[in-house]
T-cell receptor, first 111, second 114 residues
Framework: TQLLEQSPQFLSIQEGENLTVYCNSS?????LQWYRQEPGEGPVLLVT?????EVKKLKRLTFQFGDARKDSSLHITAAQPGDTGLYLC???????????FGAGTRLFVKA | ETGVTQSPTHLIKTRGQQVTLRCSSQ?????VSWYQQALGQGPQFIFQ???????GRGNFPPRFSGLQFPNYSSELNVNALELDDSALYLC?????????????FGEGSWLTVV
């Protein structure tokens, strides 16, 4: 059974601080996605990483896919209150039709 | 606004009843996936439909069933509801059945079973 473990589960920081969220698995994924979900809404895709070692930047967010395509990280620079939300990583299995989600990291950025 | 709409947004059912949830996918998307998200957890894959055929299924019992229609809209049916079925049910649409393509989620249907 493929599992994705996210850490930390909960993070409360001050505005302006940096943070990193981790997503780890013992399984290889053909691609990995990061989503952000706000209360009462569905997840919104932030990025998809496909190649081992790939790094993608989205403004203050930096996403990295591990060389072995088993893990990923999300780094946020100078966090803002608007970054508050549930961050989910999701991995696509090699069959391409089943996506596994982590349990999420709930981020709270205080002004 | 993702172009994926789900209905109803909220509903309450009694244990043992049946429920049908509906999803209208984004225009041009031929793949629909359904997820169950319990409070405080990540979404769990239920199944996926690609061009009206089930294309994969997660670890959910047969009382969870689905349909995809020629216009690619979809239904999730749950029979013999149990209290643990209380969750947010998410529909996601994409093209081609691969997550490498952009996937769009609806806002979900909140189901409470009492």
């Amino acid at each position: 059974t493929q599992l994705l473990e996210q850490s930390p589960q909960f993070l409360s920081i001050q505005e302006g601080e940096n943070l990193t969220v981790y997503c780890n698995s013992s399984s290889v994924f053909s691609s990995l996605q990061w989503y952000r979900q706000e209360p009462g809404e569905g997840p919104v895709l932030l990025v998809t990483v496909v190649t081992g070692g790939e790094v993608k930047k989205l403004k203050r967010l930096t996403f990295q896919f591990g060389d072995a395509r088993k893990d990923s990280s999300l780094h946020i620079t100078a966090a803002q209150p608007g970054d508050t939300g549930l961050y989910l990583c999701a991995g696509e299995n090699t069959g391409g039709f089943k996506t596994i989600f982590g349990a999420g990291t709930r981020l709270f950025v205080k002004a | 606004e993702t172009g994926v709409t789900q209905s109803p947004t909220h509903l309450i059912k009694t244990r043992g009843q049946q429920v049908t949830l509906r999803c209208s996918s984004q225009s041009g998307h031929n793949t629909v996936s359904w997820y169950q998200q319990a409070l405080g957890q990540g979404p769990q894959f239920i199944f996926q439909y690609y061009r009206e055929e089930e294309n994969g299924r997660g670890n959910f019992p047969p009382r969870f069933s689905g349909l995809q229609f020629p216009n690619y809209s979809s239904e999730l049916n749950v029979n013999a509801l149990e209290l643990d079925d209380s969750a947010l049910y998410l529909c996601a649409s994409s093209i081609g059945g691969y997550m490498g393509n952009t996937i769009y989620f609806g806002e979900g249907s909140w189901l409470t079973v009492v």
